[in-house]
């Protein structure tokens, strides 16, 4: 943990609680095979129905957490600290950050390093196996368990930690925390790469315009990966086509939309992202034109353009 000097006072205001209308009511499962999707529970007193308190399909075997969502704790963070920031705890070997996974491969828990006013403390987020978006979830339930080192929510946490000491995250889907290691599970095997996939994936990365194309490519790489359906030299592969095709995005100059600026970029960046340089642009319009200009319909379709280096070839259909 690393801190520094900072106005104590601000630091402070982020225990004070919150009003009820920000408050809700988290369900808490507190039977384990209840809680487990895996599992059926055989107690006939466990039915899974709907609380008139927190308006949840839950089993009727729970508690209720008070809980301040992900929305208003970012806003208690804003108020303290404009410029605050977080960032995973650690990154893989691909730069994305490091998840732990349960033994099917699905994200389950996040470490991450939280920074107000330039004092930062650690937080970690966890999610049922399975979990809808786990990755959202475990980036907002990391923040507010982040935060509540900092004081936000305290009271809260507080009353969760009385009411099921067992129950460390106040988002989690339920029951006691499984704090047993898991024994060491096979990796699933690896299967042969769909190599009309591997094709379309090396399309798609070099046809990229941005960060946010990159990683959505990256997730599904990965995803296959822990499925076994990507042959460990494939991904990597697929890994370096990404990180030329990243530096190639970030080196050029770019429109607010993603597209490359022709009006910035250099012949080499142009032609580093597999587009036209200037004077090949130049040669391309004058034979278009010149083509065009051709008063005879027949003659002007049929037209070779000459020595044109972007003309696909084939002939009229």
Request: contains cysteine; glycine residues 8%; proline residues 6%.
């Amino acid at each position: 943990m690393t801190e520094t000097t900072t106005d104590g006072a601000a630091l402070l205001s982020l225990l004070e609680p919150f009003p009820p209308e920000h408050v809700g009511k988290l369900p808490r499962v507190t039977c384990r095979d209840c809680s487990d999707f895996r599992k059926n529970c055989n107690n006939v007193n466990h039915k899974k129905q709907r609380c008139d308190e927190c308006n949840a399909w839950v089993s009727s075997a729970h508690i209720h957490l008070d809980y301040v969502g992900h929305a208003d704790v970012t806003r208690r963070l804003l108020e303290t600290d404009p410029a605050w920031s977080w960032d995973p705890a650690a990154e893989d070997e691909h730069g994305l950050p490091l998840l732990d996974t349960d033994d099917k491969g699905n994200p389950v828990g996040m470490w991450i390093k939280l920074t107000v006013l330039g004092v930062t403390r650690r937080g970690y987020g966890s999610c049922p196996s399975g979990q809808n978006d786990a990755v959202k979830v475990l980036i907002g339930d990391a923040l507010r368990n982040a935060a509540m080192r900092f004081g936000v929510a305290l009271d809260l946490w507080a009353k969760g930690d009385r009411a099921d000491p067992s129950a460390e995250n106040a988002v989690a889907a339920g029951g006691s925390a499984d704090r047993q290691r898991r024994a060491p599970q096979e990796a699933p095997a690896v299967q042969h790469t769909d190599h009309a996939w591997l094709a379309d994936m090396e399309t798609r990365i070099g046809a990229a315009t941005s960060r946010g194309e990159l990683t959505t490519l990256a997730n599904e790489i990965k995803a296959r990966k822990l499925a076994g359906r990507c042959e460990p030299v494939h991904e990597a592969h697929l890994w370096t086509l990404g990180v030329k095709r990243q530096e190639a995005i970030d080196a050029r100059p770019a429109n607010k939309d993603g597209s490359t600026s022709r009006s910035r970029a250099t012949d080499e960046q142009l032609a580093a992202n597999g587009e036209m340089t200037k004077e090949q642009q130049a040669t391309h319009n004058r034979m278009v034109k010149d083509t065009m200009a051709n008063p005879k319909l027949a003659e002007r379709v049929t037209a070779p353009v000459p020595d044109d280096p972007w003309a696909t070839g084939g002939e009229p259909t």
